[in-house]
């Protein structure tokens, strides 16, 4: 019913930047929350940065002042900036987003995409 697409992982030196872009296509009536969760070898699964659809953000400590997240309602995207990179920011990278469908309105569902590497060089 909604598929997210991730795009603009890759390798980068430490210090360097990287720009993800995550597009939701499908039954969409509304998006709530769009956020970027990330995931390192032998690590759980946890939240890089979020953006709401009153516009507010939060970003874990360990990016803020490196990353942005940035978000285009009319096209259903959410971007990552990140800059400053550092070996630990190696991680697949997943975009997740909380929908209302077309289909089950006042109801909302969460989707993830399927994942985009950044490696980190040191």
């Known amino acids: 019913q909604v598929q997210l697409v991730e795009s603009g992982g890759g390798l980068v030196q430490a210090g360097g930047s990287l720009r993800l872009s995550c597009a939701a296509s499908?039954?969409?009536?509304?998006?709530?929350?769009m956020e970027w969760y990330r995931e390192a070898p032998g690590k759980q699964r946890e939240l890089v940065s979020a953006?709401?659809?009153?516009?507010?953000?939060n970003y874990a400590d360990s990016v803020k002042g490196r990353f942005t997240i940035s978000r285009d309602n009319a096209e259903n995207t959410v971007t990552l900036q990140m800059n400053s990179l550092k070996p630990e920011d190696t991680a697949v990278y997943y975009c997740?987003?909380?929908?209302?469908?077309?289909?089950?309105?006042?109801?909302?569902?969460?989707?993830w995409g399927q994942g985009t590497q950044v490696t980190v060089s040191s």
């Open positions: 499908g039954s969409i009536f509304k998006i709530n929350t």
């Open positions: 997740r987003a909380t929908v209302e469908l077309t289909t089950t309105r006042g109801y909302m569902f969460s989707y």
């Open positions: 953006h709401r659809s009153d516009g507010s953000t």
